[in-house]
C-alpha cells in the first residue's frame, strides 16, 4: 500500500503539498541520516594487526620499507630467462586472466547499469487507429480513424539516497573485480614459477641418478672384473648389480614428472600439451633463490595483497546496499511528463492546434509490504557482516601465510647450507672407496654404501634448493606480488 500523492501541471497548487512536506520530512531526514559505520571504521574495530612479523628482528629500529621495484617483477630476481618468458606468455595468454578481464567488463557494465538509474527516461510513442462497424438493422455502417504521437519523459528523484548507495555498492563491485584480477596475476605467476621450479628439480634429480648410473654402471664392471680374475665372489657382483638395477627403477618417475611439469606450463600458458616442450628442452639448473628481500611490517603487506583489497571492496559494497535497502522504508519521488498530439487525421500530426501535454509529480511510501523490506534489510546485514569476517579470514590468512613464508626461507636455507657440506664430504667418501677397492683395500660394501650415500645428499640437496626457491616464490606471493597499483588492461 503507498500514500499516493499526485496533481496536473495546469494547477495553481506547487507538485506537492507542502504541508505533507513538512509533516513528513523532519523524520524522513533523521531516518535517511541514520546510518552504520563505514567499512574502513568496522574494519578498525574488529581487525588488529601486529607491529611486526614473528621472524624479523623485533626491537631492531624502523624495519625497512618493502622494495616496491622488487615486488613489481619479483620472478626477474631469479636471473632465469626462460622463467621471466614463462610468466610473461602466461600473464598474456591464461584462459584464467582473459576471464578475470572479462569479469571486470562485466562489472564496469553492471555500474554503468546502476548510474543510468539516477537519470531521466525518455521514450517515443506512436500509434495509428481504425475503427468499422455495421448496423445490421439499419443496413448502415460506420468507420472511423484516430492517430496520435508522444514523447513520454520520466524520473524518479533519488530523494534520499538509496539509489546513490546502490551506485556505491556498483562501483566497490567493479573495485573488487579489479582486484580479484590482481590476485589472479599474482597467484597464476607464483604458480607458474612453481612448476618451472618442479620441472627443473626434476632435471636435476635426473642427471644427479644418471651419474649416478654411471658411477654404479663402472663399479658394477670392475666387480664383474674381479669375479672373473678370481678376487671377488659372485655375491659382490649380484650385489653390485642389484644396487644399479634400484637406482635404474627411479628413472620412469622422475621423467613422468618432467613430463608433467611441462605440460603443467603449457596449460597455465594456456597452449596445448607439448607446445612448450622445444622451450624447455634445454635443461637449466633449478633457479637460484634471489638476495634477501625486505618486508616492512604487517600493516604495509595487507596494503599490497590485492585480496585484502578486495575483500575491503567487497565489505564497502555489502555496507552500501545495507544502507540502501533501509532507505527502502522512505518515501521516492517520481516526475512524469508527456507531449504529444492527438488527431482523426495522419496528416494533423504536425500541427500545434492539436497538441496535449501533461505533468505528474508523485510522492509514494510503504505502509505495509508484508515483511519484505524488514526481511530485505535483515538479509543485506546478514551478507554485511558475512563480508566482515571474510575481511577478516583473509587478513588472518595473509598474516599466516608471510609468517610461514619466512619460517621456511630461514629454515630451509640452514638446510641447504647443511646439505652442501654433507655434499662435498659424501662425494670425497665415494670417490676414496672407489679408488681402495680397485686397490683391494676395502670390500664392495663399502663402496656400495658410500655411492648410496652420495646419491641420497645430492637427491636431497636439489630437493632442498627447489624447496628454498619455493619457499621464495610464495613469500612474494604472500607479500603481494607486486600488483598494488592497477594495469591499463584492467581499468
Known amino acids: 500500500m503507498h500514500a499516493f500523492i499526485a496533481m496536473p501541471a495546469s494547477s495553481s497548487s506547487h507538485f506537492l503539498p507542502v504541508k505533507i512536506l513538512a509533516a513528513i520530512l523532519p523524520a524522513v531526514i533523521l531516518c535517511a541520516c541514520a546510518s552504520g559505520p563505514t567499512a574502513k571504521e568496522q574494519i578498525a574495530a574488529r581487525v588488529t594487526v601486529p607491529l611486526h612479523w614473528l621472524q624479523t628482528e623485533a626491537g631492531n629500529g624502523t624495519p625497512a620499507a618493502p622494495d616496491a621495484a622488487a615486488l613489481a617483477s619479483w620472478w626477474t630476481r631469479f636471473n632465469d630467462p626462460v622463467l621471466d618468458r614463462l610468466i610473461t606468455d602466461a600473464l598474456a595468454n591464461s584462459p584464467d586472466i582473459r576471464a578475470a578481464l572479462s569479469k571486470i567488463a562485466e562489472s564496469r557494465a553492471r555500474r554503468a547499469v546502476e548510474k543510468s538509474s539516477l537519470l531521466p527516461t525518455l521514450s517515443a510513442g506512436a500509434t495509428g487507429r481504425e475503427s468499422y462497424s455495421r448496423d445490421h438493422l439499419a443496413h448502415a455502417s460506420t468507420s472511423g480513424d484516430s492517430y496520435s504521437a508522444s514523447l513520454d519523459a520520466g524520473w524518479e528523484i533519488d530523494l534520499f539516497g538509496r539509489r546513490r548507495l546502490a551506485l556505491a555498492a556498483a562501483t566497490a563491485d567493479l573495485a573488487q573485480t579489479r582486484e580479484n584480477f590482481h590476485a589472479a596475476q599474482v597467484s597464476l605467476a607464483a604458480e607458474v614459477a612453481g612448476a618451472y621450479v618442479t620441472l ?7 642427471a644427479v641418478l644418471e651419474r649416478n648410473i654411471a658411477s654404479r654402471t663402472e663399479t658394477t664392471r670392475l666387480t664383474l672384473w674381479r669375479e672373473q680374475a678370481g678376487l671377488a665372489s659372485a655375491l659382490d657382483t649380484q650385489q653390485s648389480l642389484g644396487t644399479l638395477e634400484q637406482a635404474r627403477a627411479s628413472l620412469p618417475s622422475l621423467r613422468q614428472t618432467i613430463a608433467e611439469s611441462r605440460n603443467r606450463l603449457a596449460l597455465l600458458c594456456g597452449r596445448a600439451p607439448g607446445a612448450l616442450d622445444a622451450f624447455l628442452a634445454e635443461n637449466r639448473p633449478v633457479p637460484a633463490p634471489p638476495p634477501a628481500l625486505a618486508t616492512g ?9 590485492p585480496d585484502i583489497r578486495a575483500a575491503e571492496h567487497a565489505l564497502e559494497a555489502a555496507t552500501s546496499r545495507t544502507a540502501a535497502a533501509r532507505r527502502e522504508r522512505l518515501p521516492s519521488l517520481n516526475l512524469a511528463g508527456s507531449i504529444g498530439v492527438e488527431t482523426l487525421n495522419a496528416g494533423d500530426l504536425l500541427s500545434p492546434d492539436n497538441t496535449v501535454a501533461s505533468l505528474l509529480g508523485s510522492l509514494t511510501a510503504p505502509i505495509f509490504q508484508g515483511g519484505r523490506i524488514r526481511q530485505n534489510i535483515l538479509i543485506q546485514t546478514e551478507l554485511q557482516k558475512q563480508a566482515l569476517i571474510a575481511y577478516e579470514s583473509s587478513v588472518l590468512t595473509a598474516l599466516n601465510e608471510v609468517e610461514n613464508a619466512l619460517v621456511a626461507v630461514r629454515r630451509l ?4 647450507a647443511t646439505l652442501d657440506a654433507a655434499a662435498n664430504a659424501a662425494t670425497t667418501a665415494a670417490d676414496l672407496a672407489a679408488r681402495q677397492y680397485e686397490a683391494g683395500q676395502v670390500d664392495l660394501l663399502t663402496v656400495l654404501d658410500a655411492q648410496r650415500t652420495r646419491l641420497g645428499i645430492e637427491e636431497q640437496q636439489v630437493s632442498a634448493t627447489a624447496s628454498l626457491t ?3 616464490i610464495q613469500l612474494y606471493k604472500a607479500l603481494g ?6 594495469p591499463a588492461a584492467a581499468q
Request: aromatic share 4%; no cysteine; charged share 25%.
Open 200 to 206: 627443473r628439480s626434476g632435471e636435476n634429480q635426473l
Open 413 to 416: 636455507a640452514e638446510r641447504a
Open 481 to 486: 606480488g607486486g600488483w598494488g597499483g592497477q
Open 297 to 305: 611490517i604487517p600493516a604495509e603487506t595487507l596494503r599490497q595483497r
Open 470 to 472: 619455493s619457499a621464495h
